[in-house]
Structures are given as structure tokens and as C-alpha cells.
């Protein structure tokens, strides 16, 4: 199991996959916006989606779960 | 006579053979099992052939006995590409080459000594298990340490490398911590103030040298390590990569090298790597091989603080050192690790005269409670005091976002750039307009009876104010220029400064916010 983690406070501007989804590494999952920037979150490895913890809109924390890769 | 002769010449003879053996063919073995090579083929690897000159091969331990050929550390000098460089070599197949008197206090010291005297670059190469202990115990540690004293007066001077090859515990964990360039091998390359066996003892953790310490810590997190290489001949290859963007001293320019690349070329390609919308993000590192000299770029500390990227390279044969934001990560804003980085590197191109070229597109410092916590303000000063007192030649290119205090530090207008440009897309401002307007407009929007559309009407105001044009109307920067010019402007603006002086008032030094 994998964690994928906010790398800085931003809000989850665009959520690009989902519960079940086969993800292969360095795939988008979502993508955050912070300091006047899209930033993209990939996928550390390939896996399937388990969890999307966060929705569009919300504001998320440095170091904060955002998906949970298996 | 002559018997007498030919046996005294003999044992000369059998003695450098009993040293160049180092610690015998079992120990060799055992090197080699651990994807190690020994001390003495990576010093036919550091050096151009048939070039190194040992001093101290004879060199026993300070008991004389037989146990420490060379008392487990070989010294020289050599050529690298043609240039003369001195190295200290630990030899882990000699008491796990540990650090003794003899090797200490008369080798290591002398080469110190003589790199120093003649300005040539040091080179340690470490696979050290530290102080010889059995000879360092006890309060004659109160004549120890001075090697550190030495590196320090050396700094700045002339160029120091300290390449990880095996263990480097405790104390001489400070000779990379203060060397200008740590390559670290994956797997076999660790450094610590206290060594697994010491941490058990002093605090119970139970931890190995190598998750304490490897290079998956050091070139990942810490900082402390700049380049992870897979083995020890990639690790000494990226030693003699690294000194060949460097004088020999600082007072030296670097070399130039003739690497065919036309100085006028246009730079293709850029259209397809920079996206207009200053939100998307891209790989700088693209940019910096598209504009530099073919196969120039040497990128140091890759694998940290990932969100600004620095390095060397070649501009028309000229050695530059880069600085360019990443918005491929953390979108390139900059943080306490980013800074940083960026002030350490910046300060090694201004000691080694090395030209700095800054490509910009930040979206400024991060902000908020937790960087406040991590001390951002300090750590930002550093990347403003390295850049403010940085002399070389600075060329600037703004290519995209240029906001706040990240315009400052990436050389804006007020750091003296011999030259400062921008890319048409440019955008300068103390902050982004949706900031702008929250700050300056936010009594004006709640008064509003339709606040969104106040706000927005504010913002778009606020961001036709965000130009390059309004700052190349007021002649702040030098040119709006065309991406594909790019190349052509940094080796003008670097060849334009070559002759710069700048004076400044007396001071024993500067109070740099470390």
C-alpha cells in the first residue's frame, strides 16, 4: 500500500482518478493549486487506486493523504 | 659492494611491493565482493594515465608494525585532464581504513598542505571506518581536529571533493559536510556524526550505517550528498565531470572547452516545452539542453530540493553556473530547501569565478504557517545575500512568472544582472492580481452588491497591468526578447562582463544569514 502525500498546502484544484482505477507510475491522479500553479501529483508506482480522500475544492495540508495506491 | 648495493636497492624494492599490495589478496577479495574497487584502482580511474605521483608509500603505523601498508591511506598528485589535482585516498582493505596518526598527521595533512601552496583542487575519495580508535581513545584527542581548520581556510580557494565510496563515520563526516562536491554510491557509500555501533551506545537507537546514512537519506532529504552514482567508477567519473568546469583555483578562470556549438544558433524547440498559461507546468531542465551547449549540462543535486535546479554548463565553451525554478515540482515556488540550495551553489560559482545565469519563473516563496516554522525568512535571506554578493557575470532571463521576493533572489533588477531580459509571456509583479485585489480592493468588493463580479473585473484590471512591456517602457530590464534569442543574449551578456570589477567597502567579511 501507498500513500500519496500533498508535497505543499494547496487546494485539490482537479481530481483525475478514481476508487478502482489501474494507474501505471508517474500518471496523473490529481492536481493540486498553490501558489498560482497547477501542480500535478502522480502516481509514485503503478497500482490501482484504493482510496481518494480528498474531494475538488478542498484544502489540504503539507504531508496530507490524498490517495491510497495498493 | 655490489651484492651490498643490489640488496640494499632490493629491499626498496620488496618494501614498495609489500605497500602497493595493500591489505592482501584476501582483503582485496572481500573488497571486491562488496562492489567496491580498491583505493588504488580508483586512483587509476581519478587520473589521466601514467600521471600519479604517490608520496608516502612507505608509511607504516605509528607503531611501525607491519599490519598498515601505507598506514591505510594513499596520497598524491595526478592529472585530471591535464590539470593537476591532489588526493587523499582511504584504503578500507587496510584496517578498514581507519584513520591513524601517521596517515593523519603526516600524509593527509602534507597533500592539504601542498594543494594549498601550489592552488590545485583536493580530492578525498572515503572508505573510511574513521579514527584508528585503538589509537585515538583517550585526551590525546586533544591534539586532533585541525584537518577541518585547514578545509576551511581552503575554501573558496581551490575547488574540494570529497567522493563517498564506502563508510564515512563520525567526526570525518565534517570533510564532505565542508567539501564543495559529495557524490555518494547507492549501496555501499554512508556518512554520519556517529556511526551505528556509537548511536547503540549513546542513545539505544538501533539503526545500520547504511538507512542511517546512505545516499537514499543524504541525496534525498538531508542535502547533504549532491549526486547519487551506482558505482565507484560512475562516482569517479562524476568527480573528474565536475573539476572540469572549474579553475584550478580562484584566481583562475574556469577552462574553456570547444564544444562546436555555434554561439548565434537559435534555439528550437521551446514552443513545444513552455506552456503560455504561466499555470502549466514543464521540465526546465528542457530548457536549459535546448539553450546550453550540446551535452554540456551537469546538473548537481538532482534528487533535492527538486523545485529549483542548478548546475553547470556551457555557453559558446564557457563554463556557466545555472539557476533555473522547476515548476514541474511543487509548481517552482521556493522553500527553505530550495533556497537553500540555490545560495550554496551560487556562492561556489562567485568563489570559482564561474559566470551565473538565472532562468526565472517563480511563483515566489511559499508562504503560510508552516514554512514561517521551518524559518523561511532565514533561509530565504541566504539565497538573497548569495545572489546580492555574488560579482561574476549575471545574466537573467525572465521567461515566465517573476512574483515577489522569488524576482529578487533569481537576480531581479535590484542584484545588478550585467544583463536582465524577458520572454514575451513574462509576468513581474510584487504578487499575483487575485492577491493584489484581496489586499488592496477588499473593502471596495464586499461593499459591492455583486462581489464576484467587482473581484473580477478588479483582477483583470490589475493583471493588464502585469507586462513585460510596462517594465522594458520604464527600461527596468534591458529587452523583450524573442525565447528562440535566448541563447545568443546569455553569451553576449556573459562575454560583455568578462571584464567586470565591482568594488565594495572594506568589511573583514559579511554576516551571511546562515
Request: charged share 25%.
Amino acid at each position: 500500500m501507498t500513500e500519496v502525500k500533498a508535497e505543499l498546502v494547496g487546494s485539490v484544484w482537479k481530481v483525475k482518478t478514481a476508487p478502482g482505477a489501474q494507474v501505471a507510475e508517474e500518471d496523473e491522479l490529481l492536481i493540486l493549486e498553490s501558489m498560482k500553479m497547477e501542480i500535478p501529483v502522480t502516481a509514485p508506482c503503478a497500482g490501482t487506486v484504493k482510496e481518494v480522500r480528498v474531494k475538488e475544492g478542498e484544502v489540504v495540508k503539507e504531508g496530507q493523504v490524498l490517495v491510497v495506491l495498493e | 659492494m655490489g651484492d651490498e648495493y643490489s640488496d640494499r636497492v632490493g629491499e626498496l624494492h620488496a618494501r614498495r611491493k609489500k605497500n602497493l599490495a595493500m591489505g592482501g589478496e584476501e582483503k582485496i577479495a572481500k573488497q571486491h565482493e562488496r562492489g567496491k574497487l580498491t583505493v588504488r584502482e580508483r586512483i587509476d580511474l581519478l587520473f589521466d594515465k601514467d600521471t600519479f605521483v604517490e608520496l608516502g608509500l612507505l608509511a607504516k603505523d605509528r607503531d611501525g608494525s607491519d599490519n598498515a601498508p601505507a598506514d591505510g591511506v594513499v596520497t598524491g598528485h595526478g592529472e585530471v585532464d591535464g590539470r593537476q589535482a591532489w588526493v587523499i585516498a582511504y584504503d578500507f582493505t587496510v584496517m578498514a581504513g581507519s584513520m591513524g596518526a601517521v596517515g593523519e598527521q603526516f600524509k593527509a595533512a602534507r597533500v592539504r598542505e601542498l594543494a594549498l601552496r601550489y592552488r590545485k583542487p583536493i580530492v578525498w575519495l572515503l572508505d573510511s571506518a574513521g579514527a584508528r580508535i585503538q589509537e585515538a581513545a583517550g585526551s590525546t584527542f586533544a591534539g586532533t581536529g585541525w584537518l577541518f581548520a585547514d578545509q576551511v581556510v581552503m575554501s573558496g580557494v581551490i575547488p574540494q571533493v570529497a567522493a563517498m565510496l564506502g563508510p564515512c563515520a563520525a567526526g570525518t563526516a565534517y570533510i564532505p559536510g565542508l567539501a564543495d562536491f559529495v557524490p555518494m554510491v547507492k549501496g555501499t557509500s554512508s556518512m554520519a556524526l556517529g556511526g551505528a555501533r556509537l548511536v547503540k551506545a549513546a542513545t539505544g537507537e538501533d539503526v545500520t550505517d547504511h538507512d542511517m546514512g546512505g545516499s537514499q537519506v543524504h541525496c534525498y532529504e538531508s542535502g547533504v550528498g549532491d549526486n547519487e552514482v551506482e558505482t565507484d567508477a560512475d562516482c569517479i567519473a562524476t568527480v573528474r565531470r565536475f573539476l572540469s568546469y572549474l579553475p584550478s583555483s580562484n584566481t583562475e578562470a574556469p577552462p574553456f572547452v570547444d564544444t562546436g556549438d555555434a554561439a548565434d544558433r537559435p534555439v528550437e524547440g521551446l514552443d513545444k516545452i513552455v506552456p503560455v498559461n504561466p499555470r502549466s507546468a514543464y521540465d526546465v531542465r528542457k530548457v536549459v539542453k535546448a539553450v546550453f551547449d550540446r551535452d554540456s549540462w551537469f546538473e548537481i543535486k538532482r534528487t533535492w530540493a527538486k523545485n529549483i535546479v542548478v548546475g553547470f554548463a556551457r555557453a559558446g565553451g564557457h563554463a556557466v553556473g545555472i539557476v533555473a525554478n522547476q515548476p514541474l515540482q511543487k509548481g517552482g515556488v521556493l522553500d527553505s530547501d530550495a533556497a537553500d540550495k540555490a545560495a550554496r551553489f551560487i556562492r561556489m560559482c562567485d568563489a570559482f569565478n564561474v559566470p551565473l545565469v538565472y532562468l526565472m519563473d517563480v511563483p515566489g516563496f511559499m508562504v503560510g504557517s508552516q514554512v514561517e516554522k521551518e524559518g523561511i525568512i532565514r533561509h530565504g535571506a541566504k539565497m538573497l545575500y548569495a545572489t546580492s554578493e555574488a560579482t561574476v557575470p549575471k545574466v537573467t532571463v525572465i521567461m515566465r512568472k517573476a512574483y515577489g521576493a522569488g524576482y529578487y533572489v533569481m537576480n531581479g533588477k535590484g542584484y545588478q544582472p550585467d544583463v536582465i531580459v524577458a520572454w514575451p509571456f513574462a509576468e513581474i509583479s510584487v504578487m499575483g492580481p487575485e492577491g493584489a485585489v484581496n489586499i488592496i480592493f477588499n473593502k471596495q468588493v464586499e461593499a459591492s452588491d455583486n462581489p464576484e463580479a467587482t473581484r473580477a473585473q478588479l483582477v483583470e484590471t490589475i493583471r493588464a497591468q502585469i507586462n513585460p512591456y510596462l517594465a522594458a517602457g520604464w527600461a527596468m530590464i534591458d529587452d523583450v526578447i524573442d525565447p528562440a534569442e535566448t541563447r545568443r543574449v546569455i553569451i553576449k551578456g556573459i562575454a560583455q562582463a568578462r571584464d567586470k570589477r565591482i568594488d565594495r567597502p572594506w568589511r573583514k567579511h559579511g554576516n551571511i544569514p546562515v
